[in-house]
């Protein structure tokens, strides 16, 4: 049997392997997931409840089993893959109880001698595919909407990170899941993409992934008209006004910044800060970053582990050399790291312009690009200025202009006075070309439902 082989980013040894699936190996679990759908989606909301619940708590007591192999098989250290795995868990919780509330409507009607009633119904089998800088939240989220909603889904993880989706696939079935409701496909991906997208059974694709991948996927998922959710790249802005205060602002960009080495499609990717303190945030930025290690994952502290291949550090190497060459300053760092391999050095760059290049690209890595503003209007259009719409932060203590920031910002999400974004309650995701859709809260388990307007005419009312 052909495998893939999964390495550990931080020493470069091979973790284990996984199926790489044939085409005929991927079409018998698609159709697995089709023919689960029936039962499952006939369960009441509680049943589905209880199996979710179960699957939660095997989990939720294995939890260091899995935060050392998220760390072995990305390269986050070891708290950041606790904390993945509670953020996880808390979709998986949340959902198991969501599902009971999938209320419907009833709406005064036209008709005297009829009523209309408004359902939801699961939309059906359902297909995702996921990214490696979050191997269990990523999988935890989808699949917990799609389940709790009565759906049932197939799910194909990143080539680098695939081994936590067999993990969690493997306590779902001990949890009583049954087979064909989640179900897991490692592979080509140019194989499975459209596998998922020309089949007809399939009602709908959840993508966490690139731009460039979503917009193939969409146009892929065209002739069988699709529902589609897509959380794509970012390009957030984290502004600094100088009304702000600037320690928990600098605090809060550190710790957004160099989550999962800033690998991370919310990570803040440009760093606005005001004229008047400017340099006090350089200097404290400066201070906090050079004080953090950069390590091999499975450490009790925070450190800032490895990029996830070579292909990662080499773009984010050569972007940093480039905006060199392009008139930008480095304050810290700016190379990879002595350690060798796919460390690459907490870096500040400074003197930035926004006709670099850094400036319309996902630096996706521990860099932070900052440059000045003078004004808030200025900073609003500037921030605004790229193709991408997911979230922004900022930090001020003018209420008057949190507002206007809250409203003039185009993205899915905007952060203020802290840099902390997602939890299992809130809508998330992002508009322009960081896509469509929303997971987690409420909102989130609408885009696994029809709705249905049903007449009942006749009724003999008057
Ligand atoms: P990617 O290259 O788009 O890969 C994401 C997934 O798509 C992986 O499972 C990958 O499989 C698969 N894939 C690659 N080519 C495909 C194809 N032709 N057809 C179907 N599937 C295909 O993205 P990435 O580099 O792994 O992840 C980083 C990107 O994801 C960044 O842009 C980041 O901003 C974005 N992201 C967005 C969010 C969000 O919520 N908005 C969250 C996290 C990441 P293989 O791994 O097997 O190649």
Redesign the pocket.
């Known amino acids: 049997m052909k495998t893939i082989k999964v390495y550990n980013p931080s020493t470069g040894s091979l973790i284990d392997e996984c199926a790489d699936m044939s085409e005929s190996d991927v079409k018998i679990a698609i159709d697995r997931t089709v023919n689960a759908f029936p039962d499952w989606s006939k369960k009441l909301a509680s049943e589905r409840s209880v199996l979710l619940r179960n699957w939660y708590e095997l989990v939720k007591a294995d939890k260091e089993a899995f935060a050392k192999l998220m760390t072995q098989e990305n390269g986050k250290c070891l708290s950041e893959s606790r904390g993945e795995i509670d953020y996880g868990l808390g979709f998986i919780e949340w959902y198991a109880e969501e599902g009971k509330r999938v209320y419907g409507d009833t709406i005064p009607t036209h008709d005297p001698n009829g009523a209309v009633v408004v359902t939801k119904e699961p939309i059906g089998p359902t297909a995702s ?6 191997p269990f939240m ?1 999988i935890a989220r989808k699949i917990a909407t799609a389940l709790a909603a009565g759906c049932t889904m197939i799910i ?5 990170t695939p081994l936590t989706a067999y993990k969690l696939l493997e306590y779902a079935r001990t949890a009583g899941i049954p087979e064909g409701v989640f179900e897991v496909v ?1 592979g ?3 194989m ?3 596998l ?1 997208t020309g089949d007809s059974r399939i009602k709908k694709i959840s ?8 917009k ?2 969409a146009e892929q998922s065209a002739n069988t008209l699709k529902k589609l959710t897509m ?4 390009n957030a802005p984290f502004i600094i006004f100088d009304d702000a205060q600037i320690e928990n602002a600098v605090k809060g960009l550190v710790s957004a910044k160099l989550r999962n080495s800033g ?4 990570s803040p990717n440009r760093v606005y800060v005001q004229g008047a303190c400017f340099d006090k945030v350089i200097g404290l930025l400066t201070d906090a970053v050079s004080k953090i290690k950069v390590e091999d994952g499975l450490r009790e502290e925070f450190v800032v582990g490895p990029l996830i291949n070579q292909k990662a550090i080499d773009k984010v190497s050569a972007l940093v050399n480039k905006t060199i060459e392009q008139g930008g300053k480095i304050a810290l760092g700016g190379k990879n790291d002595e350690k060798g391999g796919l460390f690459y050095e907490p870096t500040i760059l400074t003197d930035l312009t926004d006709n670099m290049d850094i400036h319309n690209t ?1 630096i ?1 890595g521990p860099v932070f690009a900052v440059y000045s503003f003078d004004t808030e209007e200025e900073v609003i259009s500037r921030a605004n200025d790229t193709e991408y719409g ?1 979230v922004s932060y900022a930090y001020t203590e003018n209420l008057g202009r949190a507002f206007r920031l809250s409203q003039r910002i185009k993205s899915g999400m905007v952060v203020l006075n802290s840099g902390s974004v997602g939890t299992a309650s809130v809508p ?3 508009v322009k070309e ?2 469509y859709g929303r ?1 987690g809260s409420y909102y989130g388990i609408e885009e696994y439902v029809e709705v249905k307007y049903t007449l009942f005419s006749g009724l003999n009312l008057q």
């Not at 993508?207 to 979503?214: L, Y």
């Open positions: 595919i996921t990214p490696w800088n979050f990523m194909k993880p990143a080539e680098d490692t080509d991906p140019k499975i993409g459209p998922f993508f966490t992934g690139s731009t460039q991948i979503g193939l996927l959380e794509l790249g970012g690998q991370v499609c919310i996902e996706f997911l998330f995701g992002g960081s896509g997971e």
